[in-house]
Structure formats: C-alpha cells, structure tokens
Nanobody, 122 residues
C-alpha cells in the first residue's frame, strides 16, 4: 500500500508560480511511478505530467509543456510539480497518483491523493 498526500496549492495571479508536492509513504513508496492529474468541476480528470520511479523518464500534457516541470526526491519520497507562467485555465484540483509498475494513467493508477486546489486569477 502507498499513501499520497498533496500540498502546495493556493491562489496565484496569472503569470505566477506554484510548486505542488506529493509525499508518498508505504513500503514501496520510492519505487512507484507518479503522475499529476487535474480536474475542474463538471469535467473529466485530465493528465498533467508523470515521472518514472527512477526519475529518468518524464511526460507532459501538451498544454503544460515548457511551463510545468515534474521531479522527484526519492530520499524524501516526494514528487514535485513546479508550475510556472500559470494561466487561468490551469485552475483545477490537482491530484497525484501512483502505480507500482510503469507510469500511471487514468485507468492504471492504483493510489490517489486527496487533491489540492490551484486557483489562477486573471
């Protein structure tokens, strides 16, 4: 079992930055692939970024490429999502997820955090 706790959300003006953290705990916490997803009320949850357990592979949604950076510190069992040049369209609840093999997708994610709200004002 892996437990995930997100933090770092908040209110920021357009063009600003936030860094989200996803702290993992559990026996296999340092060996899981981790992803970030986001959801706006009334819409489907969408993929944002993912990172392999080693940190050697990262993937991004086209909408965030060049603005968001995913990274991990396995000594702290924490994955980060650095979000720069934020836009109002980035407003959503951000969730981290994990999977014990490979990279998480909407369907393959085995573990989910509770989410953290990000609001970008124009």
């Amino acid at each position: 079992q892996v437990q995930l706790v997100e933090s770092g959300g908040g209110l920021v003006q357009a063009g600003g930055s936030l860094r989200l953290s996803c702290a993992a705990s559990g026996r296999t916490a340092s060996k899981v692939g981790v992803g970030w997803f986001r959801q706006v009320a009334g819409k489907d949850r969408e993929f944002v970024a993912s990172i392999s357990w080693s940190g050697g592979a990262t993937f991004y949604a086209d909408s965030v490429k060049g603005r968001f950076t995913i990274s991990r510190d396995n000594a702290r069992n924490t994955v980060y999502l650095q979000m720069n040049n934020l836009k109002p369209d980035d407003t959503a609840v951000y969730y981290c997820s994990a999977v014990e093999f490979g990279l998480p997708t909407q369907n393959s994610s085995q573990y989910w955090g509770q989410g953290t709200q990000v609001t970008v004002s124009s």
